[in-house]
């Protein structure tokens, strides 16, 4: 009993853990890479060649529906690093994709896109769509997150690529302790 | 024998009170962030939390909610964000203290992760909803307030803290059966969801809204603007002094939270005159705090200090009867362990007062239709000292709102003048360059942060003909001043807060439209004193002798 005694008491101090249901960092890597290979994968990219007709994509911002606080430089990160992932592919040469960010975003992307092409119209949007369901009870949380990437030709609206990812996490106990 | 079981009763107590000791030693109150937190001074109150919030011990949370409402209120989001997406991570771990429970049971309640009662946790998450709507983003607002409308649970209206009591005593399960669990009540978080979902194009606002309706029929009008969203300002407001927790009863075991202010008014705004509202508070957090449904912990305080006492009581009888018999050393031992967990129970029956100093005692939410600049006039009705005036002040539009955060105490808290005072003493990076001015650092009375504008406003005022921007940013680093522009650019605040208006060496402009941009911009500083000779000697050129010390 005095063992046991002592062993709560030692619990004390020391620092607690985050355990949510939120979409961490190695899910950002698992989803932009995962989307950058279906991207690059994709029939119609792959039928594009150095000589076709230049497409400009933007790089739009992901919506946030889910119930996690995504703050805004965070959301950029989930197509900035997936563009990234592409480019160190050099699917853009090679297809003959020119990558660009809306105006408000310039002072923030400056170095990050080549200058000379950073204010060029676009032709294609590149956005993402986070959804989550979440449920909780007295045993515990659990969010599934369903996150939608598309591509579409700003000329007749038509969508190019498609593509989502999903995961699904639970964690035990009561929300309120 | 007799000797030997003496020894053995002051060495098992001795330990016994050195067990029971003190678990964690830094669940003191910090006075001097409460201090400063209700004289306005928002800058202070950080200071004298941020190496606490730093901390990664069981006040972690507590700490950073702390810092991040300081922030809030201060008008700096590269602090408040941080400490405010902390605190989510935090409350939004399930079972946070679940390896701890035993621990608290038997030894102090202390050695539990504060996480605070289910109404601290709910208000948690509107500010950190109330941070975001403060920057436009409206799909974090929808989020941080989605997770404020989690159940309740409902022991039922008759229940007291004595009667639970009872109930678990008979029924170990009790706590944890007996309760139905029940739809919040928490209107102020439907009414944020609503505006979240609303403003960020998601699914659910008029849902969100006929709930708010079904808990409180007197927000009516609230609901009625917000369904229309016909409005380009929405104002947030805290006011006064929130619930204080208190321990009482035997062996100080039970807490309670008790009202510290009771004068709420309606809000009463007014812009370029034209009065607006009276509007009713849509949050009490002083009926909220005694709310059983929003109060989880009392019980298993009540339940320590009863077996506490049982232990001691029973362990004693046992000593006794073993030390008279001739074979009563087991006895004896069974006896001494029995009073050492009594005593144990005891030691940490003393409750948990720690608690969210922070919070108001009632919130307003406000939305208007101003459609031009002018005058806004914020109080509340029958506390004069709580008025606060922003001159020139700028609506959003209609989908985009101007969201203002305002920390106004109340009747037992100073007023100070910048509070209504409509005359700006500094330029800065909001308000540009006054006109025929220069850098407060030279004399002048602008901290905006250089760049092309700025300089070339002070040139056609007649000063810096020479310089160039890096020659002005070159300035400010032989100062060892860190230019900043708040969240604009948070990389280049490094560990900077305090602004040079305050003695600081931050060079930013804090958010405007919050308490800490009024104080600092309204309130005459003292004059700046150079570090480096560049200033020193060039002063003398704008008509400004710097003494040495």
């Not at chain 2, 202070?44 to 919030?53: G, Q």
């Not at chain 2, 309740?152 to 678990?168: E, I, K, P, V, Y």
């Not at chain 2, 709420?264 to 949050?283: A, I, K, N, T």
Request: charged letters at 20%; a negative charge; hydrophobic letters at 40%.
């Amino acid at each position: 009993m005095f063992a046991l005694l002592l062993a709560s008491a030692c619990v004390g101090c020391s620092a607690p853990a985050v355990r949510t249901t939120f979409l961490d960092s190695v899910d950002l890597v698992n989803m932009t890479d995962r989307m950058a290979q279906s991207f690059a994968g994709d029939p119609v990219i792959g039928r594009r060649t150095e000589a076709s007709e230049t497409w400009v994509i933007s790089i739009d911002r992901v919506v946030n529906h889910t119930n996690q606080i995504i703050p805004d430089r965070e959301k950029w990160l989930y197509i900035t690093r997936m563009r990234a992932q592409l480019a160190g592919s050099n699917i853009a040469r090679r297809r003959n994709i020119v990558w660009v960010v809306p105006p408000e975003r310039w002072p923030a992307a400056a170095g990050e896109l080549e200058s000379r092409h950073r204010r060029l119209p676009p032709t294609h949007l590149l956005a993402a769509e986070f959804q989550t369901l979440t449920r909780t009870s007295a045993a515990g949380r659990s969010d599934t997150y369903v996150c939608a990437f598309q591509l579409t030709d700003i000329g007749d609206g038509r969508l190019v690529w498609e593509d989502l990812w999903e995961v699904k996490y639970a964690v035990r106990g009561v929300t309120w302790n | 024998m007799m000797r030997g079981i003496g020894r053995a009763c002051v060495t098992v107590l001795t330990g016994v009170s050195l067990t029971a000791g003190p678990g964690c030693s830094s669940h003191q109150r910090n006075y001097t962030a409460v201090h400063s937190y209700y004289s306005y001074d928002f800058t202070a109150a950080r200071e004298a939390l941020r190496e606490d919030a730093g901390r990664n011990d069981t006040n972690v949370l507590l700490n950073n909610m702390r810092l991040g409402m300081a922030a809030l209120a201060d008008g700096d989001t590269l602090e408040a964000e941080q400490a405010l997406g902390r605190s989510f991570d935090l409350l939004s771990t399930a079972g946070l203290n679940d390896d701890r429970t035993t621990a608290a049971i038997l030894v102090d309640e202390g050695v539990l992760i504060w996480k605070g009662e289910p109404f601290e946790q709910a208000l948690s998450y509107y500010w950190v909803a109330a941070f975001y709507a403060t920057l436009g983003d409206w799909e974090n607002v929808r989020a941080a307030s989605a997770n404020a409308l989690f159940r309740l649970t409902d022991f039922g209206s008759q229940q007291t803290a004595r009667t639970l009591t009872r109930n678990a005593a008979a029924d170990p399960a009790y706590l944890e059966t007996g309760y139905t669990a029940v739809d919040t009540d928490f209107a102020l978080g439907f009414l944020m969801e609503a505006i979240g979902a609303s403003l960020s194009g998601a699914a659910g606002a008029d849902e969100q809204l006929d709930a708010a309706m079904q808990i409180d029929r007197e927000l009516a009008p609230i609901v009625s603007v917000l369904r229309s969203g016909d409005y380009d300002t929405l104002l947030l407001v805290d006011y006064g002094k929130g619930p204080t927790k208190m321990a009482y009863g035997p062996d100080n075991a039970l807490v309670r939270f008790v009202p510290q202010e009771r004068h709420h008014g309606h809000l009463v705004v007014s812009h370029d005159g034209v009065q607006h509202g009276p509007f009713r508070r849509v949050c009490n957090v002083n009926r909220m705090s005694v709310d059983m449904r929003w109060n989880n912990l009392e019980n298993i305080r009540v339940a320590k200090s009863a077996i506490g006492n049982v232990l001691l009581t029973g362990g004693a009888v046992t000593v006794a009867a073993g030390a008279s018999s001739d074979n009563g050393g087991a006895a004896v031992v069974a006896g001494l362990a029995m009073m050492m967990a009594g005593a144990l129970f005891k030691a940490g029956a003393a409750a948990d007062t720690r608690y969210l100093e922070f919070a108001p005692q009632s919130i307003y939410i406000v939305p208007l239709r101003l459609n031009d600049t002018g005058e806004l006039r914020v109080g509340v009705d029958g506390d004069p000292g709580s008025t606060i005036v922003f001159p020139g002040f700028r609506p959003g539009r209609r989908g985009a709102p101007q969201a203002v955060y305002l920390r106004m105490h109340g009747l037992d808290s100073a007023d100070p003048p910048w509070l209504e005072s409509t005359w700006a003493l500094y330029g800065n990076d909001d308000t540009g360059v006054l006109d025929n001015d220069w850098p407060w650092i030279l004399g002048g009375s602008d901290v905006s942060t250089p760049d092309q504008e700025t300089v070339e406003a002070y040139k056609l005022g007649g000063y810096l003909a020479d310089f160039t921007i890096d020659d002005l940013s070159d300035l400010y680093l032989a100062e060892g001043i860190v230019i900043g522009a708040g969240a604009i650019h948070p990389r280049t605040r490094q560990r900077a807060w305090r602004h040079i208006l305050d003695g600081g060496r931050a060079l930013y402009t804090p958010q405007p439209w919050s308490m800490g941009y009024k104080r600092l911009m309204y309130s005459p500083h003292h004059q700046y004193r150079p570090r480096s000779g560049r200033v020193r000697n060039l002063s003398p050129r704008y008509g400004i002798e710097y003494v040495q010390r």
